[in-house]
């Protein structure tokens, strides 16, 4: 992932490293406790950049990428988690 969410540049590479250290294994999270605070801080680094105004909006967009972003690590994230296998729902 870039380290932006798309054309809004939101600076998101703090949060992608953070996502990968819990999928490290090394905070004894659920995989999708991980991929779940993933998806809220980027929602909330969008509603923290962005303010509401007109009917489609750049927080609009951002949050539309940051649930795709969600979307991926869920449901394409599985083969890259480092946890206990038993964590890995």
Request: hydrophobic share 25%.
């Given at each position: 992932?870039?380290?932006?969410?798309?054309?809004?540049?939101?600076?998101?590479?703090?949060?992608?490293?953070?996502?990968?250290?819990?999928?490290?294994?090394?905070?004894?999270?659920f995989?999708?406790?991980?991929?779940?605070?993933?998806?809220?801080?980027?929602?909330?680094?969008?509603?923290?950049?962005?303010?509401?105004?007109?009917?489609?909006?750049?927080?609009?967009?951002?949050?539309?990428?940051?649930?795709?972003?969600?979307?991926?690590?869920?449901?394409?994230?599985s083969?890259?988690?480092?946890?206990?296998?038993?964590?890995?729902?």
């Amino acid at each position: 992932m870039s380290s932006a969410i798309s054309s809004t540049l939101v600076p998101v590479g703090d949060l992608c490293r953070q996502h990968d250290r819990c999928y490290s294994g090394a905070w004894g999270q659920f995989r999708s406790q991980c991929d779940d605070y993933f998806h809220t801080v980027l929602r909330q680094r969008c509603y923290n950049y962005f303010d509401v105004s007109g009917p489609y909006t750049k927080q609009s967009h951002c949050l539309g990428i940051a649930w795709e972003w969600w979307a991926g690590v869920r449901y394409g994230g599985s083969d890259n988690w480092g946890g206990p296998p038993s964590y890995n729902n």
